[in-house]
């Protein structure tokens, strides 16, 4: 994970990463690129997002919730950043960000946690939560993954992700 918070840091310095939400449209633009939402026929129903290098563009699938075309774009964000190809393009279908088959789509998928909901500010937003709900319920995960979920406008399952990650629920299992 590391690996990937040093990319963030090296390859977008001077951009504002602390805000949060994640301003990934801005990002984008930063590196050159412009974000675009395509409306997708019954052929594209499964993409959830296509990097477009020699024309620099980033292509989101309109019909996905907001929370998943924040992660696609950050994915997709994450290839170019990650330098995955230098002409041509990527289409991401669900499927692979879901449940990525090769290198290069997980390593856009943890680029994407990592870019989305930063290691620091995901832990004090996390505390904060603790401190203002009742644990006892039996809804107490639910609630917090959801919650952060929210805050950060990630999709529950990629905030799943990182809470089991720092083990921050393990201590209510006792």
Do not use: C
Request: aromatic letters at 12%; zero cysteines.
């Amino acid at each position: 994970m590391d690996k990937f918070r040093k990319q963030i840091v090296d390859s977008l310095y001077g951009i504002k990463k602390e805000v949060i939400p994640v301003q990934l449209v801005s990002i984008a633009k930063e590196l050159g690129y412009t974000v675009y939402r395509f409306r997708s026929n019954f052929e594209a129903l499964d993409i959830s997002g296509i990097v477009n290098y020699d024309e620099k563009k980033i292509l989101l699938n309109e019909l996905d919730f907001n929370m998943r075309q924040r992660f696609t774009l950050a994915h997709e964000i994450g290839h170019i950043v990650l330098k995955h190809l230098e002409n041509g393009e990527i289409v991401d279908y669900r499927e692979n960000l879901l449940n990525p088959d090769d290198e290069k789509e997980h390593d856009a998928n943890r680029f994407a946690v990592e870019l989305l909901m930063p290691q620091k500010q995901f832990k004090e937003k996390f505390e904060e939560i603790k401190n203002e709900n009742n644990f006892n319920s039996d809804d107490y995960k639910v609630i917090t993954v959801s919650r952060l979920a929210s805050y950060f406008i990630t999709p529950y399952y990629a905030t799943e992700v990182r809470v089991k990650e720092f083990r921050l629920l393990d201590y209510m299992r006792k």
